[in-house]
């Protein structure tokens, strides 16, 4: 089976796009990607795309867009809805279709990060390999076998930590 995931922040410019491409790479095939925000700004951040590709990493397909488009009919149904950032997560989200399970995995936002532009893709790279390893943890759980509860506090757990970029 294939899981739908949606990674919310307010932008998605960033680490919302981040968590979408990562998902489609490193999901193992069991995951699905997708990405959008709350007030979306309309582009992807110029490092984001750059990481990305410097990596060789998927860009082509990547936009920044309104959760409405996730909350709408015809949207794919997620099974999962992952707040990366601390302000979406405090936000009214929109109703999913399917109810699907919520979790917050806050990370600092690379959009912030001043300096010259080595000082900010190194944000972006951080911000990355705290996503990846995520991601990847939440890949190898055995989704299909845990209750509702046990599968909750483990999703919780993987947010909570995985917060070293080492």
Known sequence: MTYNLLFLCTGNSARSILGEVIANRFGMGKLRGFSAGSF?????????????????????N????????????????MDFVFTVCDQAAG??????PGQPMKAHWG??????????????????????????????????LPLASL??????????EIGASANVTG
């Open 40 to 60: 979306p700004k309309g582009d992807v951040h110029p490092l984001t795309l750059k990481l990305l590709a410097d990596l060789k990493l998927p860009i082509e």
């Open 147 to 156: 209750d509702r509860m046990s599968l909750r506090k483990r999703i919780d």
């Open 91 to 96: 936000e009214v989200c929109p109703i999913w």
């Open 62 to 77: 990547l936009r920044s867009k309104s959760w409405e488009e996730f909350a709408a009919p015809g949207a794919p149904q």
């Open 107 to 140: 990370v600092p936002d690379p959009a912030a990060a001043t300096g010259a532009e080595t000082e900010r893709l190194k944000a972006f790279r951080e911000v990355f390999t705290i996503l990846k390893r995520r991601i990847e943890l939440f890949a190898n």
